[in-house]
């Protein structure tokens, strides 16, 4: 295969620039958070994505974050697109 890689293959950025990234910038504060997981994933299925409501095809790359919230488990997903876009804008 030559000329342009596939958008989705691979994050634009380091992986630990989505890491980092806090989508939700201490909306959480109010709630009690234990055993917070990132990474960054390249998901099998479908999933919705939290930062921008809507879906992200399988096989895109996505920061998932699980966490105890609350005492109850949740999990969010966050493409790297919208990070992306959401990081352009601070640069
Ligand atoms: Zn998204």
Redesign the pocket.
């Known amino acids: 295969m030559t000329g342009k890689q596939y958008k989705s293959m691979k994050p634009k950025r380091p992986i630990e620039e989505y890491i980092n990234f806090d989508p939700f910038d201490g909306d959480k504060e109010s709630g009690k958070i234990e055993c917070k997981r990132v990474k960054v994933v390249k998901i099998l299925k479908e999933q919705w994505?939290?930062?921008?409501d809507?879906n992200?095809p399988k096989g895109s790359w996505?920061r998932f974050e699980s966490a105890k919230y609350d005492g109850e488990w949740s999990k969010w997903?966050?493409?790297?697109?919208?990070?992306d876009k959401y990081l352009d804008e601070w640069e």
């Open positions: 994505c939290c930062e921008s809507h992200i996505s997903y966050h493409c790297c697109d919208c990070i």
